[in-house]
């Protein structure tokens, strides 16, 4: 078990207290996953229950609030079933729970006194919430324009608010700087964070009784569930546990795609995207693993899905009107599945939501 270098040569020691290697370049973490489906099937119904398949001893504690093993649920979009996993209904309001369990579980044994993290919200709200729970200080650097809902979320949780005047890109350097000094439990750079993120495609698998969807439609800001399944179903598969890997379909706003264009080889000048998007979860311009998501797209023989803010909004009133309040940024991956069913009538497909609606700041008229 060794962090490895993205693009690099270098291996690290798995209980060095850092999130980047010293050539400043990704760091992934290399391990030989376990799955004895007998021992997982008998054990709790929460993510540390493949705990032979993440990286870290929970012999030695976890941060944990039981989280995972969210319901999976078949619903009829276009008039086709899909599977929706109900990752909304983590305690912080979205699947970043997932990674916050693992990211603040390694930090809490490296004995990590204080995090810092930057974020658009979830990720801010998920990891201020271990942190909490863990009893670590942490400071959150957030844009702007984060909704307020988030921001009082995180304050209760005690983590210190840094607003940063400019855009997300500004408010990531601010992070950046501060996490020369500190831990840095970035969603995007911090490799831990995946090893949490990857439980989403174990879980799809066990609940689909050990059988690999033909695709599952995830949301593409910053890629960190992309990269967590690209990780899990490749550890699945590699284990033998299934025997091919599903197409990933990654979804970006029409008016913020700048990994879709690049996919595409469209790519536009970084000016020309708009981070204003009522999906303000994966209005991301600059994704520091870029790569590594149009790579697990590429790999997995899937695609990219631009959806507009007006299928978004028409989206998310038809979930809502069906009993579902998901956040903005949710509906935009639901508005994906509905565009690819169009094309890909027989897959069996795994989609999420990915948010709670109750913190958004976007408010729609229904009719
Ligand atoms: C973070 C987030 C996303 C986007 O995920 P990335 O990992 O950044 O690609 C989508 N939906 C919600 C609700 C989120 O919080």
């Keep these: ?48 229950r493949y705990e032979d398949a993440i990286a870290i001893d929970q012999t030695k504690g976890i941060v944990s609030m039981d989280e995972g093993f969210t319901p999976i649920e078949k619903i009829k979009l276009n008039k086709k079933e899909v599977y929706i996993k109900h990752e909304h209904l983590f305690c912080s309001g979205s699947y970043k729970d997932r990674g916050a369990t693992t990211l ?37 650097y957030l844009p702007e324009n984060t909704s307020e809902n988030k921001i009082i979320q995180m304050q209760a949780y005690g983590a210190t608010i840094n607003k940063v005047n400019g855009t997300r890109k500004d408010t990531s350097i601010a992070a950046y700087k501060a996490a020369q000094i500190n831990y840095y439990a970035s969603h995007c750079y911090n490799p831990w964070f995946f090893e949490g993120t990857k439980t989403f495609a174990f879980e799809i698998c066990e609940q689909l009784n050990w059988k690999c969807p033909d695709s599952v439609i995830l949301p593409a800001g910053n890629g960190t569930l992309i990269i967590g399944c690209y990780i899990g179903f490749t550890q699945l598969a590699n284990a033998g546990i299934i025997n091919k ?123």
């Design 245 to 367: 890997m599903p197409k990933i379909v990654a979804v970006q706003t029409a008016i913020c795609s700048p990994l879709a264009d690049k996919f595409f080889n469209m790519e536009k000048r970084e000016n020309e995207y708009s981070s204003n998007s009522i999906a303000e979860g994966i209005a991301i311009v600059n994704a520091p693993r870029s790569e590594q998501i149009i790579d697990a797209v590429i790999k997995t023989n899937g695609t990219f899905l631009k959806v507009t803010e007006d299928e978004i909004k028409n989206t998310w009133k038809k979930m809502a009107q069906t009993g579902f309040y998901i956040e903005p940024t949710s509906a935009a991956t639901i508005a994906g599945v509905e565009k690819y069913i169009l094309e890909s009538y027989d897959e069996i497909i795994v989609s999420l939501f990915s948010g709670h609606g109750l913190k958004s700041k976007f408010q729609f008229e229904v009719n």
């Design 1 to 48: 078990m060794n962090y490895t270098e993205q693009n690099g040569s270098e291996i690290f020691n798995i209980d060095e207290p850092i999130w980047i290697s010293k050539n400043e370049k990704l760091l992934n973490i290399q391990f030989d996953a376990k799955f004895d489906l007998k021992k997982i099937k008998n054990s709790n119904k929460r993510l540390w």
């Design 104 to 140: 603040i579980t390694k930090a809490k044994q490296l004995g990590i006194k204080k995090v810092v993290q930057d974020s658009s919200g979830n990720a801010g709200c998920a990891i201020a919430a271990y942190a909490a729970k863990a009893q670590i200080e942490c400071e959150i």
